[in-house]
């Protein structure tokens, strides 16, 4: 073949292999051993520290993009503030790091959260964007699954917008939702869970609680990151990420205790 010239391939040709891919991956996803629900930062490294450990994780994203509001940092400026030792879990994926202050550190907003994504994706986690949490799976007073529609559906007129959304099983979910606390909101519009409600910012003490209250929130449901600030009333941190990666991280061994403990994990290779 000449240089610059591309493989003969038509429309038709082009149309299956997506088709045909997306097909079998999305028959892949029926089944998990944990969904994590959004995909800001906590989302981002719960799914790619389960997936190093051959958990069989999917990850569902309401947007056409990944990461939340690490790409942008605060006031439209793209530098994201990392406190330490938070820092060292993007140093480990290869992130570029400058030290501000004494302990404080600053990455650029979108390479950060391009590397900490493909990290993600390379240790195995499945994506699907463009996905909108509609409800819980409830079995047995236990959460078990993620009921998802297509989230275009959400903007459809009333008159045309009964499109059934489908099950997608699992037997841990995370909600990494942020302040929206999508899954555990849920829960208690049905009167299944108590929610205190996001406070106000202190940086200080809503790092440190953040990850010290990331767990099973009910049966089957963790909560990371900012999800977990609204469901127990902790104060707003702002545009600082260290208690989202290591509460993603939190949430991550959650999970895998639990599943180790209840016999649950598939056992993959």
Known sequence: MSEGVFYPAGEAQITRAIVDEFTQMLSECIENDVIVVGAGPSGLVAAMELAKERVDVLVLEANNYLGGGFWLGGYLMNKVTIRAPAHELLADIGVPLKQHTEGVYVADGPHACSKLIAAMCEAGAKVLNMTRFDDPVLRNGRVEGCVVNWSPVASLPRQI???????????????ATGHDAAVARTLSEKGLLEMAG???????????????YTREIFPGLIATGMAVSTVF???RMGPTFGS???????AAEVALDMLNSRALRTQQH
């Open 244 to 250: 989202m990666l290591l509460s993603g991280k939190r």
């Open 198 to 212: 996001t406070g106000a910012m202190w940086v200080q003490q809503s790092e440190d609680a953040v990850v010290e």
């Open 161 to 175: 917008s009964c499109v059934d959304p489908v099950a997608l099983e699992a037997k841990v979910v995370i909600d």
């Open 233 to 235: 009333g902790l104060p």
